[in-house]
């Protein structure tokens, strides 16, 4: 198949809202449809409705000459923040609010995300590309070769026949006539013909928004369509029709031949598609070089620009230009309302893509600059984090003027934007995650899996402590204690080393110590297993030295083993031994344990140490040492960190150095045992 067959197998969609801000507002007011309306954005005219220009208003004209021309005539201002906004028709906002207001298109790009669910909804399988704020390309060719094939599969004859489109509910029209259906290029646009007609008739339903729409076999024919026949009415170009519909097409209408290229064009002698196509090739290349083959081939109607999915914007930003002021009060107080703005933005945008921004931008227009994109310079930072109640105007502008105080070239001030970009997945305050999952996926100073490290299990990888990684004190705790739980799960799904081996007091776990002095010495993996067991407890002393508030995994991990063991006893207080599991789950969830350690620690009983022992044994020995080294490491640095904190008197240094020279101390040899690396 060539490649204008390719392409003409091909169904695209081009639907474009009618008159869309007069829309909006009309619904939010409750003008009536035959009513005509403008909206007004100041003292000029940004939309008018299809009444409205049939009586000779039109665009950018000013809000007295439209009255005076049509005095039935509602206008209604945009939306404005930052004083007493217009809300209503025919609203008293006037250029001088313009001093204190800033126009707002949020409404409108609420309804346009509303227009794009109804798409979706009625073609899951299309390929949809918000083309602007009202207007968006589809391709269904997916949805046409499914219907064709469920056509032509269907034996009995019963909806075999493909609908009538010249009805008026539909708003169908051709050019070039009635589609030939025995065309196989002809009967696609028919179903996709079809499949427009239900889409602008389910807006309609659904919002109340009327819409025309475009169909051909490219984006470029599909948008010249949708623009031939308003409003809430519908175009079809076979590719037989598009030699005649270029011929006297102006440029001006063409996608992408408007500015600079339709005025060398014009220069040329050339105001429509046809005279461009009859200048002599070598004038094309002269003027246009190797541009001259696209002018060529898109001046015939051709186009191989596929639809893309863009829906998400690439960036957020909130503008405002003003009279030159070297008021600082004054640009901190438009900060406030482009910060206003920007927040809520981005918390409607959270809402749909679940993404946050990851950089925050300033740009301005200062000392005397030109106009926009002349004179305008811009500062850049991260997006500062947010609590639970997420972006908020007070934080973003106080980012935004630490910024600005630093744009020594800004004052006098005539222009300032706030934007957001490099979006990321992930809600938008830090409060929306939980500390549970926090811990559970290792920390924020989870490391991808480290391939000079193959021995040690894939859930640990993530979570042990890594050399040069600084980690907050109970972050480092934290990981440690996974990181030994998950080295001996991959082993087998009993009851963990977890609780047992991490104590908030420094005491060795239950029953630990009296084993570890007897047959848990006669192997090496036992003499491992001891040396795993007295890091555990030191770097948890060491945590308690730090002082480490709140309940820590390791306390959280005794106090629910604990109760788990009491609940199980067959005397006792049943009540209180329920009570206290209750509140060591709870502490569990404080310190930030994950379900899956919870589960485990419930499984553990008095022979733990033991069983815990088994599972160890059968961890092979490089992983134990690795585990150790990196324990050892963390202890050493945790331990530097309590001799800065807190200095030694030296009369107390003096016993302390008395009672390690004797070796009686516990404590005494728990370190001598961590000064020799594993």
Request: with cysteine; aromatic share 4%.
């Amino acid at each position: 198949m060539t490649s204008t067959a390719r392409t003409r197998t091909r169904v695209v969609l081009h639907v474009d809202l009618d008159a869309f801000y007069c829309q909006v507002e009309m619904k939010r007011v409750g003008i009536p449809a035959h009513v005509p309306c403008a909206v007004q954005q100041w003292e000029g005219l940004i939309a008018v409705n299809y009444p409205a220009r049939a009586a000779g208003i039109t665009r950018h004209m000013r809000r007295a000459e439209a009255k005076a021309k049509c005095p039935e005539l509602q206008c209604v201002h945009v939306e404005t923040i930052g004083g007493s906004a217009g809300a209503g028709s025919d609203s008293a906002v006037t250029w001088e609010d313009r001093k204190t207001q800033k126009a707002c298109l949020e409404r409108y790009r609420v309804a346009s995300a509303e227009i794009l669910a109804v798409f979706h909804e009625v073609a899951p399988e299309a390929i949809v590309e918000k083309a602007s704020i009202d207007e968006a390309y589809l391709d269904v060719t997916t949805i046409v070769d499914a219907h064709l094939q469920a056509l032509n599969s269907d034996q009995s004859g019963e909806g075999s026949q493909l609908p009538t489109l010249d009805s008026p509910e539909c708003g169908n029209h051709v050019v070039g006539g009635s589609l030939d259906l025995d065309s196989e290029f002809e009967r696609r646009l028919a179903v996709g013909a079809q499949l427009a007609c239900r889409l602008r008739t389910a807006v309609k339903d659904k919002l109340g928004y009327t819409c025309s729409s475009g169909v051909a076999c490219n984006k470029l024919m599909a948008k010249i369509a949708s623009a031939m026949h308003k409003p809430f009415q519908q175009t079809v170009v076979p590719p037989r029709a598009v030699p005649d519909l270029m011929k006297d097409m102006p440029l001006k209408k063409v996608r992408n031949f408007g500015g600079k290229l339709g005025a060398e064009l014009q220069a040329l002698g050339c105001s429509t598609a046809g005279e461009v196509l009859a200048l002599p090739p070598a004038t094309l290349l002269q003027h246009f070089g190797e541009r001259a083959t696209w002018i060529l081939y898109t001046v015939q109607g051709n186009s191989d620009e596929q639809v893309q999915v863009k829906e998400r914007p690439k960036s957020m930003l909130a503008a405002k230009s003003f009279e030159p002021t070297s008021d600082m009060a004054a640009v901190e107080r438009w900060v406030t309302i482009l910060a206003e703005e920007l927040a809520e933005r981005m918390v409607a945008d959270n809402k749909l893509f679940n993404r946050r921004p990851k950089s925050l931008h300033l740009h301005y227009r200062g000392g005397g600059g030109g106009g926009w994109g002349s004179g305008d310079r811009s500062k850049s930072c991260p997006m500062p984090r947010f609590h639970k109640a997420g972006p908020t105007a007070p934080v973003i502008c106080e980012t935004v003027m630490k910024l600005f105080q630093k744009c020594s070239d800004a004052m006098p001030c005539t222009r300032l934007a706030v934007a957001a970009s490099d979006f990321e997945d992930g809600p938008l305050s830090e409060g929306q995650g939980s500390i549970t999952k926090f811990f559970g996926a290792g920390g924020r100073n989870r490391s991808p899996v480290d391939s000079k490290r193959p021995n040690l299990p894939a859930q640990a990888q993530h979570l042990a402590p890594k050399p040069g990684v600084k980690a907050s004190k109970q972050t480092a705790v934290a990981n440690m204690f996974k990181a030994a739980k998950a080295s001996q799960v991959s082993s087998r799904p009993a009851p963990a080393l977890t609780a047992t081996y991490v104590t908030g007091s420094g005491n060795r776990g239950q029953g630990t110590m009296a084993q570890e002095s007897g047959s848990h010495h006669k192997s090496t993996e036992d003499m491992q297993h001891g040396k795993l067991v007295a890091t555990a407890n030191a770097l948890s002393h060491t945590e308690a030295e730090l002082g480490c508030g709140g309940m820590t995994p390791g306390r959280a991990a005794q106090q629910y083993q604990s109760s788990v063991v009491d609940l199980g006893k067959p005397q006792g207080n049943i009540a209180d031994a329920a009570e206290a599991h209750h509140r060591a789950e709870q502490n569990c969830s404080e310190a930030g344990l994950s379900h899956a350690a919870v589960g485990q620690l419930q499984g553990h009983s008095t022979d733990a140490a033991s069983e815990d022992h088994d599972a160890l044994r059968s961890i092979d020995l490089a992983e134990q040492k690795q585990i150790l080294h990196d324990l050892w490491l963390e202890k050493n640095a945790l331990s530097a960190r309590v001799s800065a904190k807190r200095p030694v008197p030296a009369s107390t240094a003096d016993n302390k150095r008395a009672k390690l020279a004797s070796g009686n101390s516990r404590q005494t040899q728990i370190f001598s045992m961590l000064k020799k690396p594993p």
